[in-house]
C-alpha cells in the first residue's frame, strides 16, 4: 500500500489518472477518508494526475492523539506533495479540507495553480456557524441509548437531503462499509474537529492570489451559504456557484453538475482564458 511517512505520521495516498497529467490535489472534509471522491474520480482522472490521501486522524493514516490545527494540516499536504515530486498543483478543499485548501494558498502561493472550495467558510467569530440543533447532530456519538449505526445517521442527515437518504440505501449501505473498513476513533474525529473550532483566516484570504472557485449547496446546513458570499466578497480573483436547492454534499448529490464546474474551471485556468465574475451562477 502507498505509505509515506512525513512530520510525525505516516500518510495513506494513491494516484489515479495520467502520469503526465497537470496535478489536481483532493483534500476531503471532516471525518471523511478518500473514498469520499468516488464520484469525482472516473471523470478527473480522464486528464488531471489526481492525488488523494487520507488526512491525518482519518482512514488509512496516522491518528495522533493531539489537537490539530490547519497549520498542521498544510504541513502536512504541503510535506506529501514535497515527498512525491509534486511542484505545483491544482487545490480542491472540501468543507473542512476548504479550511485547508485555503490556507495553503495564504501560506504557498507558488505551489498552487488554481484553488476550488467547496461547503466551507474562513472561520472566526465572522463566519456563519450552523444552528445548535444541527452541531448537536453534527456531534452525535454512539451512548448508552444511540448505538454506533445511529450515531452515523444522525450525523448524516443534516449533511445529505432526506430525498437523497431515502432514494439510495444502496449507496448508504457501501458508504457505511467504507467507513467501517476503517473506522474513524471518536478521539481522533474530535481532534479533528478542532481545526473548525480554532481556525480564523478572514483577514488573510484576500492575500489569496490563485484563480478561485467557490461552490456551495443552497440549502446547506452544516455551512450555511452566507459563508460562500463573505468568500467571494473577500477573495479578489474569485467566482461563486451555488446549487440550487442542494445540500452539503453536492459532491455526491449533484455530482454530475459538480464535475462539470470543476472542470471547465480547471481547464479555463489551464488555457489562461478564465476570468473571475462578480455574478453569482445557480446551477
Do not use: C
Amino acid at each position: 500500500m502507498p505509505y509515506v511517512e512525513i512530520n510525525d505520521i505516516n500518510v495513506y495516498y494513491e494516484f489515479h489518472g495520467p502520469s503526465e497529467g497537470t496535478p489536481l490535489v483532493l483534500i476531503e472534509g471532516w471525518g471523511q477518508a478518500l473514498w469520499t471522491w468516488f464520484k469525482q474520480l472516473p471523470a478527473f482522472s480522464q486528464k488531471y494526475r489526481i492525488l488523494i490521501f487520507d488526512n491525518r486522524g482519518v482512514g488509512r493514516t496516522s491518528k495522533p492523539n493531539n489537537p490539530y490545527t490547519v497549520e498542521l494540516l498544510v504541513d502536512d499536504t504541503k510535506s506529501l506533495m514535497d515527498e512525491l515530486g509534486i511542484d505545483k498543483a491544482h487545490i480542491y478543499g472540501m468543507s473542512m479540507g476548504g479550511f485547508i485548501a485555503q490556507k495553503f494558498a495564504i501560506s504557498h502561493p507558488e505551489r498552487i495553480l488554481s484553488l476550488t472550495i467547496g461547503m466551507t467558510n474562513f472561520g472566526g467569530n465572522q463566519a456563519i456557524p450552523a444552528s445548535g440543533k444541527v452541531m448537536s447532530a453534527i456531534f452525535a456519538h454512539p451512548t448508552e441509548t444511540i448505538s454506533k449505526e445511529e450515531a452515523i445517521a444522525i450525523r448524516r442527515s443534516v449533511a445529505w437531503s432526506s430525498d437523497f437518504l431515502a432514494n439510495n440505501p444502496d449507496l448508504i449501505r457501501t458508504m457505511d462499509r467504507w467507513i467501517e473498513e476503517n473506522p474513524q476513533p471518536e478521539i481522533a474525529r474530535n481532534n479533528q474537529a478542532n481545526i473548525g473550532l480554532t481556525i480564523d483566516i478572514e483577514s488573510e484570504i484576500k492575500n489569496i492570489s490563485a484563480p478561485t472557485l467557490i461552490m456551495h449547496g443552497e440549502n446547506d446546513l452544516i455551512v450555511p451559504p452566507k459563508n460562500s458570499l463573505m468568500l467571494h466578497e473577500r477573495i479578489p480573483n474569485s467566482e461563486l456557484v451555488h446549487f440550487k436547492s442542494a445540500p452539503h454534499r453536492i459532491e455526491v448529490e449533484r455530482a454530475e453538475d459538480f464535475n462539470r464546474i470543476v472542470l471547465d474551471f480547471l481547464e479555463a485556468v489551464d488555457r489562461k482564458t478564465w476570468t473571475p465574475r462578480s455574478e453569482i451562477k445557480l446551477i
